[in-house]
């Protein structure tokens, strides 16, 4: 039987026992492969790299910003709205920096009754944060992280089997999670627009971190719709 390269998978015996062990591992008919879960980045940006505030004006005007709801004239729902759903279809969790799950824990919820939106409120989240308690998690089921918890909190997330977790705007987390190293996928829909400033998702640290293009399409607003995987 064909070895099996080691990545985000793993290989477990059939009663659930990991096997541990480095490079190639060669399955048998008493093993199983299980997918290990993936951090998945999703974001809309602009041309110069902005992602603050795509949705609403008054979503985020840190810094002064002014261009609140600039991605929604792009939005083509036959492009955008598929990749979205195929999105989450592949998604067993979200993560969220505080800011951003405040602002979906608002929204949503009165939103039942749609597809989307019932799935969204059901599906496991998390929420990085230092201000936060655990009575403000009323938007269920939600687990808190602690800034100083957030490395060994993802890197405990990408050790369990399962599909992906994603990551929804939260630009100051995307940047710690990009320093750590714990970015596996980014899906990116990259809008005609320039926005002058505003906050970004890669961090300046002088890195380089390479992925590869996996699938691409170009929306009617002309949005490049875009996957890109972590070369490791």
Same mark, same amino acid.
């Given at each position: 039987?064909p070895a099996i390269q080691t990545g985000r998978l ?14 190639? !591992? ?6 199983? !492969?299980?997918? @290990?879960?993936?951090?998945?980045? $999703? *974001? &809309?940006?602009s041309l110069d790299g902005v992602v603050q505030a ?7 005007? %840190? +810094?002064?910003?002014?261009? +609140?709801?600039? $991605?929604?004239? &792009? &939005? ?5 709205? $598929? &990749?979205? $759903?195929?999105? #989450?279809?592949?998604? %067993?969790? =979200? ?9 979906? /824990? ?5 939103? /039942? ?6 799935? !969204?409120?059901? !599906? *496991? ?10 009575? %403000? ?6 687990? @808190? ?11 405990? @997330? ?5 599909? %992906? ?5 939260? #630009?100051? =987390?995307?940047?710690?999670?990009? *320093?750590?190293?714990?970015?596996? *996928? =980014? ?7 320039? @926005?002058?400033?505003?906050? +970004? ?6 890195? #380089? ?5 996996v699938s691409a399409a170009t929306a009617t607003t ?11």
């Amino acid at each position: 039987m064909p070895a099996i390269q080691t990545g985000r998978l793993q290989l477990r015996t059939l009663d659930g026992h990991q096997i541990r062990g480095h490079g190639p !591992i060669r399955a048998s008919p008493a093993c199983a !492969i299980v997918g @290990l879960m993936r951090i998945v980045v $999703s *974001e &809309f940006i602009s041309l110069d790299g902005v992602v603050q505030a795509p949705g609403g004006p008054e979503e985020d005007t %840190d +810094g002064g910003f002014r261009h +609140g709801g600039w $991605s929604m004239p &792009f &939005f083509d729902p036959e492009v955008m709205g $598929s &990749f979205v $759903s195929e999105g #989450a279809k592949r998604t %067993d969790a =979200l993560l969220y920096g505080r800011r951003t799950w405040q602002v979906m /824990a608002g929204a949503w919820p009165d939103r /039942a009754g749609d597809p989307f939106a019932d799935w !969204i409120n059901a !599906i *496991e989240k998390h929420v990085v944060s230092d201000t936060l308690s655990e009575a %403000d998690l009323t938007w269920t089921p939600t687990s @808190l992280i602690r800034g100083g918890d957030l490395v060994a909190a993802v890197t405990a @997330l990408r050790e369990r089997p399962g599909r %992906d977790v994603g990551v929804l705007g939260s #630009a100051r =987390l995307v940047r710690s999670l990009f *320093e750590a190293d714990l970015v596996d *996928e =980014l899906d990116l829909m990259i809008e005609p627009i320039v @926005l002058g400033g505003g906050k +970004g998702i890669f961090p300046a640290d002088g890195a #380089a971190r390479q992925f590869n293009l996996v699938s691409a399409a170009t929306a009617t607003t002309g949005v490049q719709v875009c996957r890109y995987q972590r070369v490791r």
